[in-house]
Every structure is written in C-alpha cells, then in structure tokens.
Nanobody, 122 residues
Framework: VQLQASGGGLVQAGGSLRLSCAAS?????????RGWFRQAPGKEREFVAA????????SVADSVKGRFTVSRDVAKNTMYLQMNSLKPEDTAVYYC???????????????WGQGTLVTVSS
C-alpha cells in the first residue's frame, strides 16, 4: 500500500498550486480518512487539512483557512489540496496520510506518502 503525493513546485507569492494524493493499488484505503501535513525546514510537522472517507467532512488549519481547500474524488480514490494565495511561509514538504478517522493529529494516521515540496518565493 502506497500513497503518492504530487503537484508540488515553485510558485510566486499569491499564486496557486494543486496537490494530489493517490493510493496504490487504486482501491486500497478507500474507506480511510485522508490528511495533509507539512514540514518546513527546521520546524515540526504541522496539520494542514483532513477529509473523511466519504469526502463530505473536512477540516483545515487556521493558518490556511480561506486559502486552502481539501477535497476528494471517491471514484478515483484521490485526495486534493487546492492552495491559493500562497505565502512564503507556506514553503514546506507536504505529506499526505491515511487513517481510520479524520483528525488533525498525525498519530491518527497509519499510512504516509513520500511528500512533495512546495516552494513559495516572495
């Protein structure tokens, strides 16, 4: 079972990116909640957003509220993170994770992807 995060890159402040997180094999983890976490250089990992397995319940961190949106395509078993109005402080490696419940606590997630780097230039 693997989670593959993609979509990171270099963007100017104020720009947008969309991250994707797909499970492999495709049908695995379909009944699991998913989450996005990030870790900036020299900082602790922090919660960004989470979504339940049905895709109808979401939560986002206060630091990204109003700018980031988490969603899920149940048919494709893929989670997305739409990031708008990006700021330099959003620069980090973004990780996707899967677990039995939607949560802001990384300890509740059992499976982790390899991460994708987002760099926001000022």
């Amino acid at each position: 079972v693997q989670l593959q995060a993609s979509g990171g890159g270099l963007v100017q402040a104020g720009g947008s990116l969309r991250l994707s997180c797909a499970a492999s094999p495709r049908r695995t983890l379909s009944s699991f909640a998913r989450g996005w976490f990030r870790q900036a250089p020299g900082k602790e990992r922090e919660f960004v957003a989470a979504i339940n397995w049905r895709g109808d319940g979401t939560s986002v961190a206060d630091s990204v509220k109003g700018r980031f949106t988490v969603s899920r395509d149940v048919a494709k078993n893929t989670m997305y993170l739409q990031m708008n109005s990006l700021k330099p402080e959003d620069t980090a490696v973004y990780y996707c994770a899967a677990g039995p419940k939607s949560s802001s606590d990384g300890e509740d997630f059992r499976y982790w992807g390899q991460g994708t780097l987002v760099t926001v230039s000022s």
